[in-house]
């Protein structure tokens, strides 16, 4: 059992178990907030850690273009994506199409601009501090509670591209709506950011719900350090795994704050982490390897 491992013997553990890793979620410089590292540099340290490969995200800009630059010089395997924010023009479907020419892997509903987000943004006052707040956010349907026509267009588009969609920081009830449509047209690939966040507000009926449309919960673990007021603990992010279930979820570090390790390293104290509140090797390897890769590559 892994709880009763010795502190030692869960740090050698883990680094075996970051290799083959993937994670999804991960903000490098130039960027709005000050962040620990390039894409580049987030690259070369997963290839030495032994990970197959990482996403880098940006609230502001698209990053196919930092990822195949990244994935070049590390000769590591790099993607990126485009977060729907007010910068490239919100709920966006040309910014996606852009984004799918260039490579980008992962669409990411609205994140810093969505309304959800800056109504309940209150822990997270380095995120709040940079968002629009003159603006009264971006929502993805209609005053009828109907998808806005843009969110079809995009939803066709990451179907034609098979692309990647995750839910961003809209309300769980907006991720609800949207990814019951992807899941209707056929869209395989879905991820739930973050679920756990408070600023999201998921429940766990939420999260099973839309793991019901084939989505992923992506836990993460920025959301255990100070970054966050007050930081969740890990115990509460490994009992949300067990009520919504193992199969439908996955870990990722949302890394790159200036205040944290750096991601690869952060990836490997989360599994750690997860050692220590009972989780198995296997488990472990199903929700930081097999889980992510099939998102990303099928």
């Known amino acids: 059992m892994t709880e009763a491992m010795t502190k030692q013997e869960r740090v050698e553990l883990s680094y075996q178990l970051l290799q083959g890793a993937v994670d999804l979620h991960i903000h490098t410089a130039p960027d709005i907030f000050p962040r620990s590292v390039t894409a580049i540099e987030a690259a070369e340290e997963a290839k030495a850690a032994g990970m197959d490969a990482i996403v880098v995200k940006s609230h502001s800009t698209d990053t196919a273009a930092r990822a195949e630059m990244a994935r070049t010089a590390a000769g590591f395997d ?21 984004s799918a020419k260039q490579g980008g892997r992962i669409v990411w509903l609205p994140t810093l601009s969505a309304r959800h987000f800056l109504e309940h943004a209150e822990n997270v006052p380095i995120l709040r501090a940079e968002s629009p707040v003159s603006s009264e956010g971006i929502v993805v349907v209609d005053d009828n509670g109907t998808l806005k026509p843009e969110i079809e267009d995009i939803l066709q588009l990451i179907k034609e591209h098979d692309m990647i969609l995750a839910s961003g920081h809209v309300s769980p009830a907006e991720a609800i709506k949207v990814f019951r449509r992807a899941a209707e047209l056929g869209i395989t690939r879905l991820i739930v950011t973050h679920p756990h966040a408070l600023f999201v507000g998921a429940s766990a009926e939420d999260m099973r719900e839309l793991a019901s449309f084939g989505a992923m919960n992506e836990f993460q673990y920025a959301f255990v350090t100070k970054v966050i007021v007050p930081p969740q603990s890990m115990g509460h992010i490994a009992e949300l795994i067990r009520k919504v279930g193992m199969e439908s979820c996955h870990l990722a570090t949302d890394g790159g704050q200036q205040v944290n390790p750096h991601p690869a390293e952060a990836f490997r104290l989360f599994i750690e982490g997860m050692l220590e509140e009972g989780f198995t090797p296997d488990e472990l390897r199903y929700m930081t390897s097999e889980a992510p890769k099939r998102l990303l590559t099928g």
């Not at 790099?78 to 852009?98: D, I, M, S, T």
């Open 78 to 98: 790099v993607r990126g994506g485009v977060a729907l924010n007010y910068p490239v023009g919100g709920l966006n479907p040309y910014a996606v199409l852009e």
